[in-house]
Structure formats: C-alpha cells, structure tokens
C-alpha cells in the first residue's frame, strides 16, 4: 500500500491516456492519492477527481506561481470547497523565488492569506518552497502553521533547514529528485530525517525519478522513490511503505 500525497493527474499532461495512467499507479500498488490544487482551475479539477475516484482525496489551493490575480472571493471560492469531505489539506501554497514572478510581496501576501484559512478550517497545508527557505519559515511561524501542520513538499534545502521544520511539527516531502545521481543533498535529509516525518510523493507530471528522469511523470514511478528511501536508511520497501502510508494517515486522517 503505497501513499501518494501529491499529484497533479488533473494536468493537461494526462489528457490523452488518464484514466489508464491512474489504473497504472494503483497496479504498481499506489492505494490513496491526493490531488494537488495550484490554481483556482487546478483546485476545482482536484475535487473532480477526488469524486470520481474513490482512491483520490483534494488539496485545494493557489501555487506561488499563479497568485498575481487572487482576491478574496478566491478565497471565500476554497473555503467553500474544504466543506468537502474529501478536501484533506489546503496546497499547495509558498513561496517561489527562483523566477521572482510574481514579485516576493505578492508572493509573500497569499502565502500568509491562505495558511490563515487553513488554520480557519482547520486543515494542514501542503508548502511549495524554492529558494525561500528563510522567508517561508519565517510566515509559516509567524502564521502559527504549526497548528495544522503540513508537509514541505519537494523538499530541496539543507539538513539544517530540514530540523527547522521538522521542529514546527511539518513532514518533509521526498520525491524523484532523492533518486537523482545529484541529489545528495536531499538524499542526506533522507538520511538525517525520522521515517515517521517522510511522506512519499512524485509530483507528477513533473520531476521523475530516475530511470525515468525528463519522461512524463506518474504515481506509478514511487516505488522507485521508496526503494531508495529505503536503501538510505537500510530497511525495507516494505517498511518505508508502511510507515509513509501511516504518516499521511495521521496527517490527512484517512
Ligand atoms: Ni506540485
């Protein structure tokens, strides 16, 4: 039983063949899904899925990226979605600062706007966090986002960064990159990391772990992913299995 917590099988890369590569991951053994919401579009569209299969939950919510236009009727717009019960988190959500569009305070704002409606309707958030690890520790503490909790997904920092968050209660995401011949930094959080603070995830369509590296990505590639979680910290795939699953279990609560 494998956890995938987080996914993208609503994006346009999975117009041609979706339902087929869907039924993939679950013959891999992907058995529970969220969808991730990035946009307000990407967040209705992860509703849709979660109702149409039973596997799926939702995380609803607005990417750095595409913050620029939000008002706060978006945000009246995700609140009503989280009265869904199968809406489990708010994300992803953060801070992007590889591309510097839009600019940090627009950024920064909806960050902080959307983690206090987390907070409001009680759900963890799942962060988006590229080259802003200090401003994103610095809302996310600021905001009392300890208070929901959540996971760092994609994580891409340091160890030391790694204790921060792992101290304010958050899960590190771990996804291709830890299968990367370059990805020693994220394979030694890997290392330093509790197994019951992992959460497995692809982030597919983007990001496949090797042998797949620059291909499509699909959820049917995490035993790759979990099997090298596993070879880090020498036990089974089973056992990394296992306990990931319980970890979003525990977060998610179902
Ligand atoms: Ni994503």
């Known amino acids: 039983m494998i956890y995938e917590t987080h996914t993208h099988f ?41 109702h149409k299969y039973p596997e799926f939950l939702a995380a609803v ?11 706060e009727e978006d945000m009246d717009c995700l609140k009503e979605y989280t009265k869904d019960k199968d ?6 959500i953060g801070l ?27 759900l963890p958030v799942i962060i988006h966090s590229r080259e802003a ?21 994609c994580f891409s920092y340091s160890t030391e960064t790694a204790r921060l968050f792992l101290d304010m209660g958050f899960y590190i ?10 990805g020693r930094r994220l394979k030694e959080v890997v290392e330093y990391t509790p197994l019951d603070r992992i959460m497995t995830e692809t982030d597919s369509p983007y990001m496949a772990p090797v042998p797949n590296r620059g291909k ?9 992913i979990i099997r090298q979680i596993a070879d880090i910290k020498g036990i089974s795939a089973e056992e990394v299995e296992e306990a ?8 998610f609560g179902k």
Request: charged share 30%; glycine share 6%.
């Open 10 to 50: 609503d994006d346009k890369a999975f117009d041609a063949d979706r339902e087929d590569a869907i039924r993939s991951a679950m013959e891999a053994g992907v058995t529970r899904f969220v969808n991730v919401g990035a946009s307000m579009e990407s967040s209705r569209t992860s509703v849709e899925l979660a």
């Open 87 to 92: 809406v489990v988190a708010i994300g992803e």
């Open 133 to 153: 690890a200090k401003d994103t520790y610095d809302i996310a503490k600021a905001e009392c986002a300890d208070r929901v909790g959540g996971i760092i997904h």
């Open 61 to 71: 919510g607005v990417h750095p990226e595409d913050c620029r236009d939000l008002t």
């Open 173 to 182: 995401g771990v996804g291709g990159v830890v299968t990367f011949k370059n």
């Open 216 to 224: 499509r990505n699909s959820s049917e590639y995490l035993p790759y």
């Open 96 to 122: 992007d600062y590889y591309w510097n569009e839009p600019e940090r305070d627009i950024q920064k704002k909806w960050f902080a706007r959307q983690i206090e409606l987390a907070l409001d309707v009680s």
């Open 244 to 251: 990931t699953y319980n970890n979003a279990v525990r977060l």
